[in-house]
């Protein structure tokens, strides 16, 4: 979505396999045509075939009637010593790169330029115990970092019984192995290693700054920072992301550069599909009419955006959709105001679910039965954007064409292939029982 500044459904990035097309026209590519001089270090998870067969066979059998663990249970653990900072070592020698390429390359362009860098960092780390498809569930820090994180400023979130959770974050709960007890400390440990990798990750956006600084480049150089996604740390029994919880899909985006008032909060909704118009903006480079993004610099700029803009006022609220693994429906979300509304599948053979985020900043309570008449003017607005239901159709048609084609090239030998991802110990109790669900599904 940040890339093609389209919602994932017109680019039908599915999954984490299925991304953008290889020849896809990024913005970066368009500031390159447009004379920029452009690098890219790091994460760039854009495109389409990085991901593990078991991360894409989980994605196609999440509309398989059966509960399999599909990741390691969230843990700790601590690593080094009180002045060892440097625990993300891959994404410091990526930072380094990128600051160097500042002090020894951009400082001397006498064209603009425009740098991405993508960090790994605050991602939870793979968990070698779980095998060699191993998910990543272990939240890894050194004392230096700890010791910058205040344990008694942790919020402790609130769970619901696991007989009166939705259905689908049942579902989440249990392929992301969070169904089991954990005690207060535990929860309160991943939430603190999680903010302590958080710090690691915002030490090395210093260096980039820095680097900008020294070279001079810091006052006519704009920094944007953002994710692609945010970490629930235990919030709604889950850890990872895959959600449409405010944890998981409500992430930082924070601007500094010419033009842009320091301390600004601004209260709109945006979207990650905004930084694809809002690129090409600053750089003074034609906006392309498609895309389902709006530019973001009238409102760092604090002008009022124009009616008379191509293409009309911003709109009032953003979507996010989501169709990969640990979710066993499509799921949509529209945030607009104080609600969110969030809906699955059809619509209707799911529960959908409606929060008054002023009222319910934690979302525990689905108001959507109290709320009938907000549900169905959201649901009008969501159906205007996107034919959700026709959407979830494709996917699962894709999911069930990808795992056929997989299944086929395996010939007899799936099953044992199966045993031997992420799942395996759940689907060697009883492979029989899951074969049978797959068979049944197809």
Known sequence: AMWSGLFTHLTESWNNFKGLDPDYVTWMDLME???????????????????????????????????????????????????QFRVMEKDWQTTDKAANWIKEEAANFTQPFVLYLGLNLPHPY??????????????????????????EAIKIPKWPPLSEMHPVDYYSSYTKNCTGEFTKEEVRNIRAFYYAMCAETDAMLGEIISALRDTGLLGKTI?????????????????????????????PLLVMGPGVREQQQIPNVVSLVDIYPTMLDIARIPVPQNLSGYSLIPLLHEKAESEAAPRGPRPLWVLSEFHGCNVNSSVYMLRTGKWKYITYSDGSSVLPQ???????PDELTNVAIKFPVAVHSLDKI????VNYPKVSC?????????FISWKQSLGPNYSSVIANLRWHQDWLKDPKKYENAIDKWL
Do not use: C
Request: net charge positive; glycine share 8%; no cysteine.
């Open 33 to 83: 045509k447009h004379g920029y001089r452009t690098q890219k270090f790091g994460k760039l998870d854009f495109t389409s075939g990085h991901h593990s067969v078991s991360n894409r066979v989980e994605a196609w059998t999440r509309d398989v009637n059966f509960l399999l663990r599909q990741e390691g249970r969230p843990m700790v653990k601590l690593t080094g010593h009180r002045k």
């Open 394 to 402: 494709s996917v699962q048609e894709y999911n069930k064409q990808q």
């Open 126 to 151: 793979p968990s070698p115990y779980m095998g060699e498809n191993f998910g990543s569930s272990t939240f890894l820090t050194s004392p230096y970092w700890l010791e910058k994180v205040n344990y």
């Open 354 to 360: 409606l929060f008054d985020l002023t009222a319910d």
């Open 223 to 251: 920094i944007i920072f953002t994710a692609d996604h945010g970490e629930l740390a235990m919030e709604h029994r889950q850890f990872y992301k895959m959600s449409m919880y405010e944890g998981s899909s409500h992430v």
């Open 382 to 385: 969501l159906r205007s954007i």
